[in-house]
């Protein structure tokens, strides 16, 4: 077996085990059923499709189940695109389990609470601290495991609590170079600013959407939790109504779904660092699929570009 599935070139025939990430029936031209599957392991998901499934495939065949497939990769829309020849669902005997399948952040999860907690230790600011620290005891187990999204960056187990350090470290370096910074109003904006993914995702293996999420989504959900904590702890000062502000700003425009446009320094700032994070998550991730010369397949979220490998290294 190659190392995953990301490492399938078009052309090549695959014979393993995956997990079935999602499942969505359609009709084909012909009027004759069919099956998307979204399959995945540690390396990353492909598209399948099962023609002519019948309807106890799909009773049978769901998220969250490990598959035996074999099937030949083809592009479908310059992407590759599995065609399955045999599919049957994963058997005891088999020795695989679900866990081999998921892709984790390269940081443990006690590693990574650990260098939250430092970090809250450093905001001096009473009101911010004690918000953060209401939501880090109220969803802790939560965090440490879940995604920081269902595709595109951080889409794996420990996602979003990486996601979180990863842009702490960032601002840690940016404080250093623009000291005005209000570094506890930035720190607390970038712990709390997806903690509504919480609520927004189904769960870890294979996320998706709640209906809470569809309906509402992770920036009104984590407003609204901000102003509830901030009558449960008795503060209210202006911390809260800025750090209201923080989360509903920072994906920085309205096309990309922030209800206001950041209008603080600090919110703008928590903008720009979590699109860097989320930009050099996916580039770096898709770069390591390729060789030096070659480009990446097309991201959806960058603009649909393709990325070059260059062959020198840096010295």
Request: glycine share 6%.
């Amino acid at each position: 077996m190659k190392k995953g599935i990301a490492f399938y070139n078009v052309g090549d025939v695959f014979d393993h085990f995956l997990l079935v990430k999602a499942a969505t029936k359609g009709v084909a031209s012909n009027g004759k059923p069919f099956l998307t599957l979204i399959l995945k392991d540690t390396t990353g998901e492909i598209e399948a499709k099962l023609w002519e499934a019948t309807p106890e495939d799909e009773e049978l065949f769901q998220s969250e189940m490990l598959v035996r497939v074999m099937g030949d990769v083809n592009q479908f829309r310059g992407r590759p695109q599995l065609k399955i020849q045999s599919i049957r669902p994963a058997q005891a005997t088999d020795g695989v389990q679900i866990s081999d399948f998921i892709e984790k952040a390269p940081v443990d999860k006690e590693t990574l609470l650990e260098q939250i907690t430092e970090i809250i230790f450093e905001m001096v600011n009473p009101n911010l601290q004690r918000m953060v620290r209401y939501f880090i005891k109220k969803y802790q187990d939560d965090l440490l495991v879940y995604p920081a999204a269902v595709k595109n960056h951080h889409e794996y187990v420990s996602g979003l609590a990486y996601h979180i350090v990863s842009m702490l470290r960032i601002a840690k370096e940016l404080k250093s170079l623009y000291p005005e910074v209000n570094k506890d109003l930035l720190y607390a904006g970038i712990i709390l600013h997806d903690l509504g993914k919480l609520k927004e995702l189904s769960g870890i293996s294979a996320p998706s959407y709640t209906l809470e999420g569809k309906l509402i989504g992770h920036i009104p959900i984590m407003v609204e939790e901000i102003g509830q904590a901030a009558k449960d702890l008795q503060i209210d000062g202006e911390e809260v109504l800025i750090l209201q502000h923080m989360i509903l700003s920072h994906h920085g425009k309205a096309e990309w779904g922030s209800p206001k446009p950041p209008l603080v320094r600090e919110a703008e700032l928590l903008h720009l660092i979590d699109l860097i994070d989320a930009k050099m998550n996916m580039l770096n991730r898709a770069l390591e699929k390729v060789n030096p010369g070659e480009f990446t397949e097309r991201l959806f979220a960058m603009e649909n570009r393709q990325f070059y490998k260059p062959t020198f290294e840096e010295k």
